[in-house]
């Protein structure tokens, strides 16, 4: 609901920040008066000219920066460069590598395996999640429709005041409109709206979407569709039936399940006795595969930093876990970009780390247990077999070894870094698992996320 009064409140928040050289705090506040404000009031009016004084303030920074650095093009361009594939595309899934393939065995059931031998650093996939919402906490900071970051000229929805634009394309979205002042609080609930709106935008109506649904085969995986379609509408429908193949799990508790009930019967209101049939199997279908393939936005490397968006893959999903992983899974923009951590071989199964839960920080029982309640599973992962030590208990093999630098300050030196750190782990994987590998390995992590985000390190 739009309120001039809670819109003053943050635009009056937002001038005192801004007095006080506190600049990003000030363009949230701004953004969320924007989000309260009705259009042209004298509130929206007061928190645009807010933010044209930041952009002023950040346009100058800029300015000075370019002027020293004449020669290098902007960061974006930099990050464009450095985050994409390290290996000739799919033909028919461009944003994955044509080396991946999906297999599928008893122990692991679907997985993914590389069919070439990959090195450090090799970017395998940059995967735009199909279906994805961003949290409530970031709603003053990124696109509601696309999920992508734009902090000075976000633009605000006219109806309501749970949304910001990143464009204008994203404005005129028809997702949002049908979302428009229903748009749930609850993560969850949030992403099974966006679930079925975003399916009623691309087959029309619901007898459109019933009849897509009828060539739904859950034996095939995106592997078996074509991404390339040169119609953008065909290639839409293909990425939602590579979403329906995804694995299914009941939810785990009828709390979790009576949470969706309530999505589900606003989402049945006003149909026929037939179409509600179809519905609610269509939404008690994609409910079960959220609860066993949701990804979350972190755009942080920090180990406890919430999740600030939601997201299902159709690719990334078969990522099994590893306590001792062989991928990074990095959120820059509205993409998961999936980067190598160490030498692979071909024929291997490529690994993520669930939930962060990594022999490095956590113990062989703690991840045990862990594993065991909230996924019911024995992690059968080298690490858990073999029972690696933990980071701090590490031994150390190599004595010529020089700590890698820290406080690096620009994109260049951070990449410079990075590259090093990818060829120390080559030369030495031999040694794996050892002190060195671990904390270069720990290293890049962190370097890909200040790049991906164009953050401090
Ligand atoms: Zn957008
Ligand atoms: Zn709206
Ligand atoms: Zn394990």
Known sequence: MKSNKVAQNYSEKASELLAVGKNSDALKNCNNCLRFATAESAESLKAMAAREKVYTKFGSLKAS?????????????????????????????????????????????RFIATK??????????????FYKIISPSEKNSRCSVCLKQNSLNLISCEKCSAALFCSKKCAASKIHEYECGKIEEH?????????????????????????????????KTIMNFDLNDPDNNNNLKNRMLATMTLAER????????????????????????????????????????MTVNFFHFFWSSEENSPGKGYAICSLAAYFAHSCDPNIDKIDVDNKFVFVTRRPIKAGEQLSICYDRYNYLTHSLSDRKEYFNRVYTFDCLCVACAKNYPLLKDMSRLDD???????????????????????????????NYPSYEICILMNQNNRLLYAMGNLLPF
């Open 250 to 289: 009941e939810p785990w508790s009828s709390e979790a399940y009576a949470k969706y009930e309530l999505v589900t019967r606003e989402l049945e209101q006003t149909k026929t006795e037939d179409e509600r049939h179809f519905l609610r199997k269509y939404l008690v279908h994609c409910m079960k595969s």
């Open 116 to 129: 070439k031998d990959l090195l450090p650093g090799d970017v395998v996939i940059m995967e735009e999640p």
């Open 400 to 430: 010529n070894f020089i700590e890698p630098k820290v406080n690096l300050n620009s994109f260049d030196d951070m990449k410079q870094q990075y590259n090093e750190n990818c060829k120390y782990i080559s030369d030495n994987i031999t």
């Open 65 to 109: 920066v370019d002027n020293l650095c004449s020669s290098v093009d902007s960061l974006e361009d930099l990050k464009e460069d450095f985050f994409k594939l390290s290996h000739p595309p799919n033909p028919k899934i461009p944003f994955i590598a044509d080396c991946l393939e999906v297999k599928e065995n008893d122990v692991y059931g």
């Open 187 to 219: 993560f969850e609930k949030a992403l099974l709206q966006r679930m079925f709106y975003q399916s009623i935008q691309i087959c029309g109506d619901l007898s459109g979407l019933e009849k897509l649904m009828n060539n739904h085969d859950p034996k």
